[in-house]
T-cell receptor, first 116, second 117 residues
Framework: AQSVTQLDSHVSVSEGTPVLLRCNYSSSYSPSLFWYVQHPNKGLQLLLKYTSAATLVKGINGFEAEFKKSETSFHLTKPSAHMSDAAEYFCVVSERNSGGYQKVTFGIGTKLQVIP | DAGVIQSPRHEVTEMGQEVTLRCKPISGHDYLFWYRQTMMRGLELLIYFNNNVPIDDSGMPEDRFSAKMPNASFSTLKIQPSEPRDSAVYFC???????????????FGDGTRLSIL
């Protein structure tokens, strides 16, 4: 069974401080993992993806995530938060189901607030 | 590439009316997804297609909802009759390309904000 747990529904950081958004997953197979960002009144935009290559993945806008199989985690980090990072972030697990089709599960999202 | 195109961007209609939401996926993508997003329930997968064939519609809330994909470049989500609780933002997404399907990210449209009065 496939599932995603985003451990925090809301995270608040000061501008210029590090960001950590936590994600744990469960998958029967070797999954692919993604982070998406959604700004207010916008669609979701891909931040980065892990597809069984390097475990440390770099994405857009200075974000990166590390795949840790032993911990079944894929946490999103950024060294220094910017006001424009305020948005909602979704962790996603993707695998191929028994029929050979893509099966995707989204986490519930983490709202990031950046305080000036 | 123009990205995933959804229309209309906003729709306001009265309860009981038929609503049709439209989506044009990215050319060459073989998966198409319909999602609904509300404050209460978050992002919900309604249905997805592969090569124009519905694969999983278990997320469709009830028989009032139907989705079609008559060809690779067009899909519709229809609600008939509409109810106030259907008010939400509806997103269409597509994925595909070379490589394993599970490795392909989804590309989202800007959504249709639906209000049922």
């Amino acid at each position: 069974a496939q599932s995603v747990t985003q451990l925090d529904s809301h995270v608040s950081v000061s501008e210029g401080t590090p960001v950590l958004l936590r994600c744990n997953y469960s998958s029967s197979y070797s999954p692919s993992l993604f982070w998406y960002v959604q700004h207010p009144n916008k669609g979701l935009q891909l931040l980065l993806k892990y597809t069984s290559a390097a475990t440390l993945v770099k994405g857009i806008n200075g974000f990166e995530a590390e795949f840790k199989k032993s911990e079944t985690s894929f946490h999103l980090t950024k060294p220094s938060a910017h006001m424009s990072d305020a948005a909602e972030y979704f962790c996603v697990v993707s695998e191929r189901n028994s029929g050979g089709y893509q099966k995707v599960t989204f986490g519930i999202g983490t709202k990031l607030q950046v305080i000036p | 590439d123009a990205g995933v195109i959804q229309s209309p961007r906003h729709e306001v209609t009265e309860m009981g009316q038929e609503v049709t939401l439209r989506c044009k996926p990215i050319s060459g993508h073989d998966y198409l997804f319909w999602y609904r997003q509300t404050m209460m329930r978050g992002l919900e997968l309604l249905i997805y297609f592969n090569n124009n064939v519905p694969i999983d519609d278990s997320g469709m809330p009830e028989d009032r909802f139907s989705a079609k994909m008559p060809n690779a470049s067009f899909s519709t989500l229809k609600i008939q009759p509409s109810e106030p609780r259907d008010s939400a933002v509806y997103f269409c997404a597509s994925s595909g390309g070379e490589g394993a399907p599970e490795d392909q990210p989804q590309h989202f449209g800007d959504g249709t904000r639906l209000s049922i009065l």
